[in-house]
């Protein structure tokens, strides 16, 4: 009951919180980060531990799904160059330099030190999205970090669990290591298969309530039938994601999709709340349990793992900007060379988020330095969300970015497209309503070649929605006035929920957290 009313009171700060983060252009896991620590600190907070294994299910799976569901195999090829170099060497290197830090400065196991950069190495494209989106940025430089968190996150906990491993196996080189080289092609292989199958049952059930909690069952289950069979269980559920997002949205209804996505935004949302609260209740912990003199130590070793992450991205990136556009005047670059201030900006977009916090939580409970690198990992949650997060608007605004319209052009060439193909489908037809349908039709074709969306500027579609606005008003003055029951009521109000998405101009319908 402790741990419930915790998780209620948190939710309650995020949402008096998010408030500012909409208000004032902050990431909104900038200031879930706050609120969680600001629980953490109230006098009554429950001492609550998750169980390590459950940390990794509960928390990682679902996000990698999500990440993986949105990249597809195509954004991988045609940016294959850029995303190595953030996803495999940037966060290679950042696991390895705080690894050195970790050594040096605090005496932990190299298997320890290896399992902190692992944890501190992954940026969370959640963070730094929620403030692109409010920017007209390169459209490259968006797909690509974009991109990167799904690998960042395959790559660091690939690090984590090999080094976990190695930490409670005395012949990780001779058994272990084997054991991981077979569990990655069987992970592989794994999440295909499952994701076949789910193809075959769920367009079943699509459409159903049973369906959207298959999806949460398909989820977790693979991420638990991986680790049963001691396969790699972050491989299976990013390539199970990937062969979902390729061929079950076309057949999907729009009703079984619009609701899928509202519950996975809001699901992935609640772990990010859960997360934070976890991660902060134990390092509040952690912290009453340490004796000042380690503490002080623990702090200043945070401050040192925090600054190292910062140092290294940054300097990575920058320096494959230097390389790339040394190869790009000798000819010998394949892809186009990053200008510098999109480097920077990639560069000074590596918050930490809720993959750092879940795997942090992961560690067991006996393993060494588990409070020192708890408190680190927060420490870098914290501080690139705080330092990272509240300058990123900053920065893109000194940098000054030239309009990409790119993204617009490609928009309007597909929606006259999609009209065009309409138009054909109404050829020939002479009767009133196929007359009156192809002069809406027309009338969008003219807009959408203008680059512009129709139902931002038809009047028809203005019309549509104050017509909805008058019909919902009846509806409820016949309701209050008893001449309908609530059943017809909650009908005829879906109906014109419909009719209202319909008729909203883009951006409108989407979730603003999101």
């Known amino acids: 009951m402790a741990f419930f009313e915790s998780m209620l009171t948190l939710l309650l700060v995020a949402i008096v919180f998010l408030q500012f983060s909409r208000r004032f252009r902050i990431p909104y896991p900038t200031m879930l980060s706050l609120a969680g620590v600001i629980v953490a600190a109230v006098p009554w907070a429950p001492e609550i531990a998750i169980d390590p294994d459950l940390a990794l299910a509960l928390l990682v799976a679902p996000v990698l799904f999500d990440a993986a569901y ?38 932990l196991p190299i298997a320890a030190a290896v399992a902190l950069g692992a944890i501190v190495a992954p940026p969370d494209a959640a963070a730094a999205t929620a403030m692109l989106d409010r920017f007209a940025l390169p459209r490259q430089t968006y797909v690509v970090l974009k991109g990167e968190s799904l690998l960042n996150d395959a790559v660091a906990l690939l690090i984590f669990s090999a080094a976990v491993t190695a930490a409670a196996s005395p012949t990780f080189f001779t058994g272990a290591l084997a054991e991981l080289a077979l569990a990655v092609p069987g992970g592989l292989i794994l999440g295909y298969l499952l994701g ?13 309530l049973g369906g959207t909690l298959l999806e949460f069952v398909a989820t977790f289950g693979t991420w638990i039938i991986a680790e049963r069979l001691h396969l790699s269980a972050i491989l299976a559920i990013v390539v199970y994601a990937m062969v979902i997002a390729r061929y079950m949205p076309e057949r999907q ?32 912990q952690i912290v009453l349990d340490l004796d000042p003199g ?9 401050a040192a793992v925090f600054a190292t992450v910062i140092a290294v991205r940054l300097t990575w990136v920058l320096f494959y900007n230097r390389a790339i556009n040394f190869l790009a005047a000798r000819g010998r670059a394949k892809q186009a060379a990053p200008t510098f201030a999109t480097s920077l ?63 617009d052009r490609d928009l309007a060439r597909a929606r006259v497209a999609l009209i065009d193909a309409a138009l054909a489908e109404l050829a020939g037809g ?66 014109l929920d419909w009719a209202e998405l319909g008729a909203l101009p883009p951006g409108r319908d989407e979730i603003v957290e999101s």
């Open 196 to 208: 076949r199958l789910y193809m075959v049952v769920g367009l079943k059930l699509a459409g159903t």
């Open 430 to 495: 002479e009767d009133e309503s196929t007359r009156i349908l192809r002069d809406v039709y027309t009338s969008e074709r003219k807009i959408a070649a203008d680059g512009k969306h129709p139902r931002e500027v038809s009047k028809l579609d203005k019309q549509r929605r104050n017509v909805i606005v008058a019909k919902r008003a009846k509806l409820a003055a016949m309701r209050r006035a008893g001449e309908i029951d609530d059943d017809v009521f909650h009908m005829l109000e879906q109906e």
């Open 294 to 302: 380690r503490l002080n130590f623990a702090v200043t070793f945070a």
């Open 70 to 107: 949105d990249l597809p195999p195509r954004t991988l090829r045609r940016n294959w160059m850029p995303l190595l170099s953030l996803a495999a060497i940037a966060v290679v290197l950042t696991a390895a330099a705080v690894a050195v830090v970790g050594v040096t400065m605090a005496g």
């Open 345 to 407: 900006l990639a560069g000074w977009c590596g918050m930490r988020g809720l993959v750092t916090l879940a795997t942090a939580l992961a560690l067991p409970i006996d393993f060494p330095d588990r409070d020192i690198i708890l408190l680190s990992a927060l420490a870098v949650v914290l501080g690139t969300l705080i330092v990272q997060g509240l300058t990123l608007g900053s920065l893109i605004r000194f940098l000054n970015f030239e309009p990409d319209t790119s993204l």
């Open 253 to 284: 209804t729009a009703r079984h999709r619009i609701h899928s996505y509202s519950v996975w935004e809001a699901a992935v949302f609640l772990l990010n709340v859960l997360a934070f609260l976890l991660m902060g209740l134990q390092a509040r």
